[in-house]
């Protein structure tokens, strides 16, 4: 008789909530004590911050929430803060629920242009110097991200270039930037362009300057490495085509590089939003430079932990946003790889 | 008969180096519209850099090559136009990886040639059918099995309505049972489109059936090239005998 094939279920895994503990946290004497020993420190610990939090002086950061979020703005303009706010804050969401709806992206698109549009016309009134706390540091990050991103592509390209010249351009460049520190860069350039034209160039727009410029250099080299990852058969196929050479880096090379890209970008992002703290050195008051504005005031010289624990939390909440949103793209983009 | 008809494709003396290596030795080659050439040799023998300059992936460093009329040079135009009317089907297929299969046929046509959409799917549906998996126009290349994904390549490069095919190996690469799935659509092309082909392949069952010429190139030199019921039978050279030997007798 012929054997007949059969497809089976897989086997159930019924076990119990008991029987997983027993697995996986009290499997041997080992397991056992490491697992007692991490939620006892655990539970100290949290207990530990729980006492802390309750009795500290909260006032500093309660009283001054203005100061915390646009720093020294005059009240009249406060509005509008607000306002570019609450815009972005709301795209953000209604873009997080659209992904999961799977919205058009030209749809989600001409939602951000709307957005950017209206912040920039909401801003307009408002003096590049007159800004501060977190809206500072929010507006530096994102203007020098967007803008290291498409000079970073250049570059970046410029590197993989078979012109002898732009690829020498690129690398002393991105070379000569590595080299040198994100604070050295912005002191260097605030003096640098005092120097050359006074007080024509806003301090807030030298910092944005100065950190694109370092940025760019990171996500020139993230781009160079993204492009390579991407195998030579795929641009010989595109050429093979009959597509130009920027044809198939724009349809082919960079699509594919993005994709192997996102964790290292994401994470260049992360630490250039942290990074934008730096400016303290050549006089703006971040969301940091609010703090120690606060300390230095005599009704909060002891409230040290109070500031620098919330300036903590606040960087904290948004850098794992950053993290979030980049498993959401990665997890989107892979869809041709399964 | 295609006897009468000037040469698509002339080779003369063409000559090319990897650095110190010299990979080819003056190879001369003359090839008729509606011709079905299968170039074999061992490996390392030039055969795939050969078949690569006559769409210029790789330049040759000395002699001619003459396409269709069009004179392969530095000249960018030259080598757009060239590019346009031979297509390549690559050992290792180079699909599109985040693209879907319909999108990988599609791009060239929208892009290059400037269709509407609907017109480039339209013809891309119709490749798919051709080819034989007109059910697998929304699936992604990671999905497809080799033939399947070979055979999306194939309907890729036919969308640029070439005037000649090259293939690189096109079978090398897949798994037994899918041979054949994808040497079928090359007969196909052969026999029913009258298409001129130049393909390197080990598969000499194919090359019996379907090829007007042989051509049998080691060490960078065409060593001996005919009908392939001579060629098979009655080789003249040692070569190629021994090379036949091994590769008939696996």
Known sequence: ?338 | MPDVAAPIIVLEDVHKWFGRLHVLKGVSLQIRPGEVIVVAGPSGSGKSTMIRCINRLEAHDRGRIVVDGIELTDDLRHIDAVRSEVGIVFQSFNLFPHLTALENITLAPITVRKWPRPRAERAARELLAQVGIPEKAGTYPAQLSGGQQQRVAIARALAMQPKIMLFDEPTSALDPEMIQEVLDVMRGLARDMGMTMIVVTHEMGFAREVANRMVFIDEGVIIEEGAPEHFFTSPKEDRTKLFLSKILHQ
């Open chain 1, 1 to 338: 008789m012929a054997t007949q094939a059969i497809s089976l279920p897989p086997p159930k895994d019924d076990s119990s909530a008991l029987e997983w503990i027993h697995r996986n946290l009290f499997d041997g004497w080992l397991n056992s004590v490491l697992t007692v020993g991490v939620v006892v420190s655990l539970v100290w610990f949290g207990g530990l911050v729980w006492r802390w939090a309750a009795a500290a002086h909260w006032d500093v950061v309660t009283r001054n929430m203005r100061l915390w979020l646009v720093g020294l703005l005059p009240l009249a303009y406060v509005w509008r803060a607000w306002w570019a706010g609450g815009l972005v804050l709301t795209a953000a969401a209604v873009t997080v629920v659209g992904v999961r709806a799977r919205v058009r992206a030209r749809t989600l698109g001409a939602l951000w242009a709307g957005i950017v549009i209206s912040v920039v016309w909401l801003f307009s009134a408002i003096r590049l110097d007159q800004i501060g706390g977190l809206y500072l540091t929010l507006v530096l990050a994102l203007v020098s991200i967007s803008a290291s991103c498409p000079i970073g592509i250049l570059v970046g390209i410029g590197r993989t270039s078979r012109l002898p010249v732009i690829r020498l351009f690129c690398t002393s460049y991105i070379e000569g930037v590595r080299g040198i520190p994100l604070i050295t860069m912005l002191l260097w350039f605030s003096i640098f362009v005092s120097l050359l034209s006074g007080e024509a160039i806003p301090r807030v727009m030298r910092a944005m300057i100065g950190m694109t410029i370092f940025s760019s250099a990171y996500v020139g080299e993230i781009m160079r490495a993204g492009i390579q990852s991407v195998g030579r058969g795929q641009t010989e196929a595109a050429r093979a085509l009959g597509l130009a050479g920027w044809q198939a880096m724009l349809y082919i090379v960079l699509p594919q590089a993005f994709k192997n890209m996102i964790p290292a970008l994401v994470g260049q992002f992360i630490s250039l939003f942290k990074d934008t703290t730096l400016t303290v050195i050549i006089g703006l008051s971040d969301l940091l430079g609010v703090g120690r504005a606060l300390l230095a005031l005599p009704e909060y010289l002891h409230d040290v932990k109070e500031v620098y624990v919330f300036a903590l939390v606040v960087f904290f909440i948004f850098s794992s946003a950053m993290s979030y949103g980049s498993r959401v793209l990665e997890r989107r983009l892979g869809l041709g790889d399964r």
